[in-house]
């Protein structure tokens, strides 16, 4: 036997040279195998060498011991060296890889290799860039495509679960990772009833053996370390799991989004999924692995309370099954009151961003007021359908404690035999491993029901159907464009000679089944031409333009495109421009290429208005292009299209913004007889209002009564008795004089090509660096009185009050215990058995009963009151924000605070507000209750509690920071989703669906940085505390070993030890987290401080109802700006300059000049939404009354005014 051991040894210790020096050559870490293995059995070694000395008889036994021992000593230096980091060989930057990355099974399970970025939080306000980067395996492009590997969507349709399938398949191996850790953690909980049992029989002896405790101390260094150690495992790697399925299924949503037909459902439910509905889903999978360890705990734990009390034993069995059918009554309508509540939060976020993104509209119509009502109303009908949700989890969470609290004292009432210490706390403790896992089962299940029903809406809105781009492309042409083929057949069939460009046949397009728009569409556009599409309103030009791009859902005939280029140059209706600089938006995702940028900003008459703005083409357009006028919006639209490489440009109504001179300008450039589209020979198919520009065209399309009425060209047209005849056009020559006209009458700026190249080259925009907030690192303790007055101080005191008392009726019960023991096994008992049983089973119904009512305080009445009120507050600093808040502030950022933070207030903080108030008392409890073993146990209260709270002081201002990090690096991902549903028809036209995709998994990437590091922080937190409850239990093991404690108090001690644990982290952790989710309160409080109203205090007068009774205006010398307030003598940023003019009664006024020159900022100016400086603010005049001195919201509601843009709710409904 020895030798065979001996020869193991050898061959082991030849392996891990091999594996060894493998595994330094292959791997960035050090090898997480070889490190266990040493460490494992050099433990074990450790206990060897002890019996081989303790055995030693003679001199060759001793020398061999000591020869072990040498043996132990040098296996030890193997493993310091085996476990060092192999950072300075791998030589990677530290900015592009975490110290995670390489480190060993050690730095892992002590979380050692997020030191760094503690000393960092703890020194400075962090950003995004101080963050360790996220290694390999969290990349959203790699998860993607294993995802695309499992996912068939053929077999999705119809199955409820299809898309939990897809995900446990690919995400397998991380899913299976925490099991094994967890499993460990298992069986070192069951190690503390089965000490506390040996224990107590040990000190219930007279004559204690001092090498049996000695073994009890180390037995407890053991079982509470082996505690600490895997449960930092298990967590570790179920997090990775977390962090890994958020970014498969926010790359999904995003894809999917890039990929769904138009009109195929509601856009603000896309952006509900990425948000809420993520959050409910990762909330669900907290506990995931926590279900099935929890059955197989109270499972073990009913074997062995069977076998120290017998029968009974089924009496908290019977209450698990009976509280286990109640909950599966309950679950039954956890997923309608999901679903209600879910659908609340979508019709309140997708109108917000509506109202966000179109605050400028509503504004000028005077409805702001009105809308921000609307959207109150719907915030308080969402709250009440979120009520009913956290009905349920009460009922669920109170199911889940009523095994805890009232399994024991039924269990011993119907025992009926007197217990001794040791089998009352064995038995207690064993119960408690029983019930305790199922009541975290029992609040698990409502969350895992909830989240499983949030997939269900993402796998509905993945089931939607796909756009079906139903165009074909000529194959011979581009074999790359990625079209179906066209045969030869067909193509004479089509007669697609090199005449045409575009050729639709028998073409009906429509947006629903069988309800087309256009009917019976046939035409042919000829190459290198100019196609004019004209018609009345509603005739179809936009549902034609959209045809072309494959856009339409319902189609039959056929469109051919025999374009050079697969993509299309599109300009929609209503431009469409992402939140970037000028330059960004033109350019997009093409090469960039400065000669050809030059030509289109040249040739959109673009270079006069760059020279005009502080940062040229570097001025960032913000949200929906809020920054820069109507027509500004349209040729930056139009110079994006001509930037493009492509051969065909379909162009919808771009001259809607424009005025008369720069339209014929920018039209001459571009499509002239010496623009650059005919220098080019590109296809150009422009559908437009502007009929005067029908003799330039080539070919010209008339539409009306849902086909066309008539096409051909200019002179035929005109010569027919048509539609274009009827216009009364006269011939071509006037185009060509009005063409020299506009060439001999530009202004010297616009002559001036130097001022384009300087503004070009040489503008540089530098954002201004962050403040830094010393509020990010150490708090700001008023938002907590902000969220006590919010929910009432009244509910507040309650809700302290019913806290108090179940922290005592919880711990009391331990103590009674003690009691009862004592004096039921003395000799003359002075209560009969049914007293003591009686009064321990009040108090544990009076703690279900404060549980229930701190319940319906904190997560019911101080929700709805908290929520209703700080939205309220923070939808009227946003209805009473200037216009100037809006042209500097993203929308994502703001509909973040409507969204993300909003959902924390209603979920996370209430939760986490209850959650810490319980721990807090029921540590308080417990520590009391340990004190009864022995006092000397106090000396160590003040430096446990000096230990938490520099704890606490140190891991707060990393995880704060972590948590306002995480909230803030979702806004951009929240920005570029929402502007990809915007525009989805322009980015599917040029291609750049690809490039945006990359730009998304970048965004989810960053994204998902704080929040795994927030998680891990966490844990790292949580081993802490594991190994400061290893100490004290060492600590009283000792106390009890070596002071022959009374085995009654030492088992309510140690009883509660092992809850003390759990509970002391759920102070800090719990705490944190209330105030990490307290920093949604704090950024909307502010939000609320930093975002001015633009009422002002002179503002004094509300003019009656019939005012302005004779429309008489004036205007004396008045300038004005955006910023007026800030620079009033600035005049390079004036928006007006010195107005002056005066109107009558019942004139009729109309205000001209080139786009940009001014016409909106004198309408805003008349509506207060434009600043007067402050040496012409009275200047203005209405009626007699001076402007600026009128109530802002009731001169809007009193002047009609009609917005530039017209504002779409998104469910279609009114208000």
Same mark, same amino acid.
């Given at each position: 036997?020895?030798?065979?051991?001996?020869?193991?040894?050898?061959?082991?210790?030849?392996?891990?040279?091999?594996?060894?020096?493998?595994?330094?050559?292959?791997?960035?870490?050090?090898?997480?195998?070889?490190?266990?293995?040493?460490?494992?059995?050099?433990?074990?070694?450790?206990?060897?060498?002890?019996?081989?000395?303790?055995?030693?008889?003679?001199?060759?036994?001793?020398?061999?011991?000591?020869?072990?021992?040498?043996?132990?000593?040098?296996?030890?230096?193997?493993?310091?060296?085996?476990?060092?980091?192999?950072?300075?060989?791998?030589?990677?930057?530290?900015?592009?890889?975490?110290?995670?990355?390489?480190?060993?099974?050690?730095?892992?399970?002590?979380?050692?290799?997020?030191?760094?970025?503690?000393?960092?939080?703890?020194?400075?306000?962090?950003?995004?860039?101080?963050?360790?980067?996220?290694?390999?395996?969290?990349?959203?492009?790699?998860?993607?495509?294993?995802?695309?590997?499992?996912?068939?969507?053929?077999?999705?349709?119809?199955?409820?679960?299809?898309?939990?399938?897809?995900?446990?398949?690919?995400?397998?191996?991380?899913?299976?990772?925490?099991?094994?850790?967890?499993?460990?953690?298992?069986?070192?909980?069951?190690?503390?009833?089965?000490?506390?049992?040996?224990?107590?029989?040990?000190?219930?002896?007279?004559?204690?053996?001092?090498?049996?405790?000695?073994?009890?101390?180390?037995?407890?260094?053991?079982?509470?370390?082996?505690?600490?150690?895997?449960?930092?495992?298990?967590?570790?790697?179920?997090?990775?799991?977390?962090?890994?399925?958020?970014?498969?299924?926010?790359?999904?949503?995003?894809?999917?989004?890039?990929?769904?037909?138009?009109?195929?459902?509601?856009?603000?439910?896309?952006?509900?999924?990425?948000?809420?509905?993520?959050?409910?889903?990762?909330?669900?999978?907290?506990?995931?692995?926590?279900?099935?360890?929890?059955?197989?705990?109270?499972?073990?734990?009913?074997?062995?309370?069977?076998?120290?009390?017998?029968?009974?034993?089924?009496?908290?069995?019977?209450?698990?099954?009976?509280?286990?059918?109640?909950?599966?009554?309950?679950?039954?309508?956890?997923?309608?009151?999901?679903?209600?509540?879910?659908?609340?939060?979508?019709?309140?976020?997708?109108?917000?961003?509506?109202?966000?993104?179109?605050?400028?509209?509503?504004?000028?119509?005077?409805?702001?007021?009105?809308?921000?009502?609307?959207?109150?109303?719907?915030?308080?009908?969402?709250?009440?359908?979120?009520?009913?949700?956290?009905?349920?989890?009460?009922?669920?969470?109170?199911?889940?404690?009523?095994?805890?609290?009232?399994?024991?004292?039924?269990?011993?009432?119907?025992?009926?035999?007197?217990?001794?210490?040791?089998?009352?706390?064995?038995?207690?403790?064993?119960?408690?491993?029983?019930? !305790?896992?199922?009541?975290?089962?029992?609040?698990?299940?409502?969350?895992?029901?909830?989240?499983?029903?949030?997939?269900?809406?993402?796998?509905?809105?993945?089931?939607?159907?796909?756009?079906?781009?139903?165009?074909?492309?000529?194959?011979?042409?581009?074999?790359?464009?990625?079209?179906?083929?066209?045969?030869?057949?067909?193509?004479?069939?089509?007669?697609?000679?090199?005449?045409?460009?575009?050729?639709?046949?028998?073409?009906?397009?429509?947006?629903?089944?069988?309800?087309?728009?256009?009917?019976?569409?046939?035409?042919?556009?000829?190459?290198?031409?100019?196609?004019?599409?004209?018609?009345?309103?509603?005739?179809?030009?936009?549902?034609?333009?959209?045809?072309?791009?494959?856009?339409?859902?319902?189609?039959?005939?056929?469109?051919?495109?025999?374009?050079?280029?697969?993509?299309?140059?599109?300009?929609?209706?209503?431009?469409?421009?992402?939140?970037?600089?000028?330059?960004?938006?033109?350019?997009?995702?093409?090469?960039?290429?400065?000669?050809?940028?030059?030509?289109?900003?040249?040739?959109?008459?673009?270079?006069?208005?760059?020279?005009?703005?502080?940062?040229?083409?570097?001025?960032?357009?913000?949200?929906?292009?809020?920054?820069?006028?109507?027509?500004?919006?349209?040729?930056?639209?139009?110079?994006?299209?001509?930037?493009?490489?492509?051969?065909?440009?379909?162009?919808?109504?771009?001259?809607?913004?424009?005025?008369?001179?720069?339209?014929?300008?920018?039209?001459?450039?571009?499509?002239?007889?010496?623009?650059?589209?005919?220098?080019?020979?590109?296809?150009?198919?422009?559908?437009?209002?502007?009929?005067?520009?029908?003799?330039?065209?080539?070919?010209?399309?008339?539409?009306?009564?849902?086909?066309?009425?008539?096409?051909?060209?200019?002179?035929?047209?005109?010569?027919?008795?048509?539609?274009?005849?009827?216009?009364?056009?006269?011939?071509?020559?006037?185009?060509?004089?009005?063409?020299?006209?506009?060439?001999?009458?530009?202004?010297?700026?616009?002559?001036?090509?130097?001022?384009?190249?300087?503004?070009?080259? !040489?503008?540089?925009?530098?954002?201004?660096?962050?403040?830094?907030?010393?509020?990010?690192?150490?708090?700001?303790?008023?938002?907590?009185?902000?969220?006590?007055?919010?929910?009432?101080?009244?509910?507040?005191?309650?809700?302290?009050?019913?806290?108090?008392?179940?922290?005592?009726?919880?711990?009391?019960?331990?103590?009674?215990?003690?009691?009862?023991?004592?004096?039921?096994?003395?000799?003359?008992?002075?209560?009969?058995?049914?007293?003591?049983?009686?009064?321990?089973?009040?108090?544990?119904?009076?703690?279900?009963?404060?549980?229930?009512?701190?319940?319906?305080?904190?997560?019911?009445?101080?929700?709805?009151?908290?929520?209703?009120?700080?939205?309220?507050?923070?939808?009227?600093?946003?209805?009473?924000?200037?216009?100037?808040?809006?042209?500097?502030?993203?929308?994502?950022?703001?509909?973040?605070?409507?969204?993300?933070?909003?959902?924390?207030?209603?979920?996370?903080?209430?939760?986490?507000?209850?959650?810490?108030?319980?721990?807090?008392?029921?540590?308080?409890?417990?520590?009391?209750?340990?004190?009864?073993?022995?006092?000397?146990?106090?000396?160590?209260?003040?430096?446990?509690?000096?230990?938490?709270?520099?704890?606490?002081?140190?891991?707060?201002?990393?995880?704060?920071?972590?948590?306002?990090?995480?909230?803030?690096?979702?806004?951009?991902?929240?920005?570029?989703?929402?502007?990809?549903?915007?525009?989805?028809?322009? /980015?599917?036209?040029?291609?750049?669906?690809?490039?945006?995709?990359?730009?998304?998994?970048?965004?989810?990437?960053?994204?998902?940085?704080?929040?795994?590091?927030?998680?891990?922080?966490?844990?790292?937190?949580?081993?802490?505390?594991?190994?400061?409850?290893?100490?004290?239990?060492?600590?009283?093991?000792?106390?009890?070993?070596?002071?022959?404690?009374?085995?009654?108090?030492?088992?309510?001690? /140690?009883?509660?030890?092992?809850?003390?644990?759990?509970?002391?982290?759920?102070?800090?952790?719990?705490?944190?987290?209330?105030?990490?989710?307290?920093?949604?309160?704090?950024?909307?409080?502010?939000?609320?401080?930093?975002?001015?109203?633009?009422?002002?205090?002179?503002?004094?007068?509300?003019?009656?109802?019939?005012?302005?009774?004779?429309?008489?205006?004036?205007?004396?010398?008045?300038?004005?700006?955006?910023?007026?307030?800030?620079?009033?003598?600035?005049?390079?940023?004036?928006?007006?300059?010195?107005?002056?003019?005066?109107?009558?009664?019942?004139?009729?006024?109309?205000?001209?000049?080139?786009?940009?020159?001014?016409?909106?900022?004198?309408?805003?100016?008349?509506?207060?939404?434009?600043?007067?400086?402050?040496?012409?603010?009275?200047?203005?005049?209405?009626?007699?009354?001076?402007?600026?001195?009128?109530?802002?919201?009731?001169?809007?509601?009193?002047?009609?005014?009609?917005?530039?843009?017209?504002?779409?709710?998104?469910?279609?409904?009114?208000?």
């Amino acid at each position: 036997m020895f030798i065979a051991s001996s020869v193991l040894n050898l061959v082991s210790a030849l392996l891990m040279i091999t594996l060894s020096v493998v595994d330094h050559s292959k791997s960035p870490r050090p090898s997480i195998l070889l490190s266990g293995y040493l460490f494992l059995t050099l433990f074990l070694d450790v206990a060897r060498a002890r019996t081989l000395f303790l055995s030693s008889d003679d001199k060759p036994e001793l020398t061999y011991s000591s020869i072990f021992v040498a043996a132990i000593a040098l296996k030890t230096g193997i493993l310091l060296l085996e476990a060092q980091q192999k950072s300075r060989w791998v030589g990677w930057d530290e900015k592009e890889h975490s110290p995670e990355e390489t480190s060993g099974i050690f730095s892992l399970g002590v979380f050692f290799w997020l030191n760094k970025m503690f000393l960092v939080g703890y020194s400075k306000v962090m950003t995004i860039g101080d963050l360790y980067p996220l290694d390999s395996s969290f990349n959203a492009r790699p998860l993607h495509n294993k995802f695309l590997k499992n996912m068939d969507y053929s077999r999705l349709k119809g199955d409820k679960f299809g898309l939990v399938k897809v995900l446990i398949r690919t995400l397998k191996v991380p899913l299976l990772l925490p099991i094994p850790p967890r499993l460990a953690l298992l069986c070192f909980t069951f190690c503390q009833p089965l000490f506390l049992e040996r224990l107590l029989d040990y000190l219930s002896k007279t004559e204690l053996d001092a090498n049996v405790g000695y073994g009890f101390i180390g037995a407890s260094l053991l079982i509470y370390s082996g505690l600490a150690i895997s449960s930092g495992f298990y967590w570790y790697f179920h997090h990775r799991m977390r962090t890994m399925s958020k970014s498969i299924l926010a790359t999904e949503i995003f894809i999917k989004a890039t990929e769904a037909r138009i009109g195929t459902g509601d856009d603000s439910a896309a952006v509900t999924l990425m948000s809420t509905d993520m959050e409910r889903i990762d909330a669900g999978l907290r506990n995931l692995h926590e279900t099935w360890a929890s059955i197989v705990q109270a499972a073990l734990a009913g074997w062995m309370l069977y076998i120290r009390i017998g029968v009974p034993f089924v009496v908290p069995v019977g209450v698990v099954v009976i509280c286990f059918i109640g909950l599966g009554i309950v679950i039954n309508f956890t997923g309608d009151s999901q679903r209600s509540w879910m659908a609340g939060v979508q019709k309140r976020v997708g109108l917000t961003a509506t109202v966000i993104a179109s605050m400028k509209n509503l504004k000028i119509s005077g409805l702001s007021i009105t809308i921000g009502d609307f959207v109150q109303n719907l915030r308080v009908q969402e709250l009440a359908a979120g009520s009913r949700f956290r009905k349920i989890l009460i009922v669920a969470a109170l199911l889940g404690f009523i095994p805890l609290l009232v399994s024991p004292p039924l269990t011993f009432a119907f025992t009926q035999r007197t217990f001794d210490a040791s089998t009352m706390f064995t038995s207690l403790s064993f119960l408690t491993l029983l019930t !305790n896992p199922l009541s975290q089962v029992f609040q698990t299940i409502p969350q895992l029901v909830s989240g499983l029903a949030c997939l269900g809406r993402i796998q509905a809105f993945l089931e939607c159907e796909t756009r079906h781009d139903f165009r074909q492309v000529l194959d011979d042409i581009n074999r790359n464009a990625g079209k179906p083929r066209v045969d030869t057949e067909t193509l004479s069939n089509y007669e697609l000679e090199s005449l045409h460009s575009l050729v639709i046949k028998g073409g009906n397009f429509g947006w629903e089944a069988d309800k087309f728009v256009l009917r019976e569409v046939s035409t042919r556009v000829p190459k290198s031409s100019l196609t004019i599409v004209v018609g009345p309103v509603g005739s179809g030009k936009t549902t034609l333009c959209k045809a072309l791009l494959g856009e339409i859902p319902f189609s039959e005939g056929s469109v051919v495109l025999g374009a050079k280029f697969p993509h299309v140059g599109f300009c929609d209706q209503t431009a469409f421009l992402w939140n970037g600089s000028i330059k960004d938006n033109i350019v997009g995702f093409s090469p960039h290429d400065n000669e050809r940028y030059v030509e289109v900003i040249k040739a959109t008459s673009l270079d006069f208005d760059l020279a005009t703005l502080p940062q040229g083409d570097k001025t960032n357009v913000g949200s929906d292009g809020i920054v820069i006028s109507g027509g500004q919006k349209q040729r930056v639209s139009l110079a994006r299209a001509l930037y493009l490489h492509s051969d065909l440009l379909v162009l919808d109504d771009i001259f809607s913004g424009l005025d008369a001179d720069t339209e014929e300008k920018v039209f001459q450039q571009v499509f002239g007889p010496d623009g650059l589209l005919k220098q080019r020979g590109s296809t150009v198919v422009l559908c437009t209002h502007s009929i005067k520009h029908l003799r330039t065209a080539d070919h010209i399309i008339v539409l009306g009564n849902g086909t066309i009425i008539e096409q051909g060209s200019f002179d035929k047209l005109t010569a027919s008795q048509g539609y274009v005849q009827r216009l009364g056009l006269k011939g071509s020559s006037d185009n060509a004089a009005s063409a020299e006209k506009m060439t001999s009458n530009k202004s010297p700026q616009e002559s001036k090509p130097e001022m384009l190249h300087t503004t070009i080259t !040489n503008t540089s925009s530098t954002a201004p660096g962050d403040d830094d907030d010393a509020s990010r690192q150490i708090g700001d303790k008023t938002v907590y009185k902000l969220y006590f007055k919010s929910m009432g101080w009244i509910l507040a005191g309650c809700s302290l009050i019913f806290s108090v008392l179940f922290g005592f009726f919880t711990n009391f019960p331990t103590v009674w215990l003690t009691y009862w023991t004592n004096d039921i096994s003395s000799e003359h008992p002075t209560h009969p058995y049914a007293y003591y049983s009686g009064i321990y089973a009040l108090l544990q119904i009076c703690a279900l009963v404060s549980l229930f009512l701190l319940g319906i305080c904190i997560l019911i009445v101080s929700v709805e009151r908290a929520g209703a009120s700080l939205h309220q507050d923070a939808l009227q600093t946003l209805i009473e924000a200037p216009l100037s808040f809006f042209t500097n502030t993203d929308t994502g950022v703001v509909t973040n605070l409507f969204s993300q933070d909003l959902n924390l207030i209603d979920t996370e903080l209430p939760s986490a507000t209850l959650n810490t108030a319980y721990s807090v008392f029921q540590s308080l409890g417990q520590a009391a209750v340990m004190l009864t073993s022995s006092v000397y146990l106090a000396i160590s209260y003040p430096f446990l509690i000096g230990l938490l709270w520099v704890l606490q002081m140190f891991y707060l201002r990393t995880s704060r920071q972590l948590r306002l990090l995480d909230l803030e690096a979702k806004s951009p991902l929240y920005t570029h989703f929402l502007d990809t549903i915007k525009g989805i028809t322009t /980015l599917r036209a040029f291609g750049f669906i690809p490039g945006d995709v990359d730009k998304n998994t970048r965004l989810v990437d960053a994204s998902q940085r704080p929040a795994y590091l927030l998680l891990m922080v966490q844990q790292w937190l949580t081993l802490v505390l594991d190994i400061v409850v290893m100490v004290l239990a060492v600590v009283m093991t000792t106390l009890a070993v070596r002071l022959h404690s009374s085995s009654g108090f030492a088992g309510a001690s /140690l009883f509660s030890l092992m809850s003390f644990g759990e509970s002391i982290s759920g102070i800090v952790i719990f705490y944190t987290k209330l105030e990490t989710s307290i920093g949604a309160i704090a950024r909307l409080k502010m939000f609320t401080e930093n975002v001015m109203p633009e009422d002002r205090d002179e503002e004094d007068i509300v003019p009656p109802v019939q005012w302005p009774q004779n429309g008489v205006v004036e205007l004396k010398g008045v300038s004005a700006s955006y910023g007026a307030e800030d620079q009033p003598d600035d005049t390079s940023k004036l928006a007006l300059h010195n107005i002056n003019f005066t109107t009558k009664t019942g004139e009729r006024v109309a205000i001209c000049g080139r786009t940009g020159s001014g016409k909106s900022s004198l309408i805003a100016l008349l509506l207060k939404l434009l600043n007067p400086t402050p040496d012409t603010a009275g200047n203005t005049i209405i009626d007699n009354t001076p402007l600026h001195r009128i109530n802002r919201a009731t001169l809007r509601e009193q002047i009609i005014a009609v917005p530039q843009e017209a504002v779409f709710l998104p469910d279609g409904s009114t208000f």
